[in-house]
């Protein structure tokens, strides 16, 4: 099998001018992944990052994606399919796919020279080898810097600014509990904002809540507004204020009873004089526009 695909990448390395098969890729090719060349614990690359790795370096040298695929499809299917428990006509479309992204978004080639992951033979002579070892170097430094940030001593205004961060992201999920539960009940926009900002919830920006950034927060989670619920108990409301005008009571008294009773606005909101004369001068509007008729 192995004599098989170097044959074919030797072909291939003729047929487009590729130059020295380069030593690691020609251990992986006729070899695998050595297993025996790990100790115990340590972690091995799987298939798929033994595949981008191939792959990489064909696009790296100059051979096409479609010269790529000829050898590297069947040797995926043959020569690492004990990697996974994928069947070989997964194995075939994960490499096809890996293939796809590897040509279209990957980032260059990397091997880390003489440190490569897969453990595969590696020598100076090869022309990246000390692109590589740069590489490696820079890989060690960033890898150290990540530990020291990680075990410095954090300022008190970091932990401090941390913990108002955790803080805000606690309110802002308990707020989103909420507007389910009120949007649940039946309450539509205005309601619900008003029950926000009348317990200093703030947006996700820390902005007081409107009707406009409710409904986009409502759509990203996927509510849709209630349909109105208050019209039936906001008719009942209409009777009593009539019968509370035809008795002579004042709107501050009106407002009282209306409290007491637990009746709500044509948008669910509590009863106020100001809605409450808003409200007669609606029906004085439609008893003008009937006596017309």
Known sequence: MAEKHLKMLSRLKQDYGLGEIHQCIEDLVANGLRPERFSAGEVRPDRQTVTQYLASWCRRVGLSQEACAEWLVDYCQETLAPLSHSSLSQIRHSTKSNLKYIYRDASGFVCYGRHNFFK??????????????????????????????ELREVPLEERLAQQLQEETKQKFAACIKLIREKAGEGLNYPPIVAFLNAREYKTRHGK?????????????????????TFEPQFQEALALIKTGREQGLTQPQIVEILQQKGYKTRTGLEWNPGVLNLELQRLHKQAEKWNKI
């Open 120 to 149: 595969a033979a590696c020598s100076e002579a090869c022309p990246f080898y000390h692109e590589q070892m740069l590489l490696y170097e820079k890989y060690l430094q960033e890898k150290e810097a990540v530990k020291n940030y």
């Open 208 to 228: 007081p809540w409107n009707v406009a950034n409710l409904r986009a927060c409502l759509k990203k989670l996927g509510i849709k507004e209630p349909k109105r």
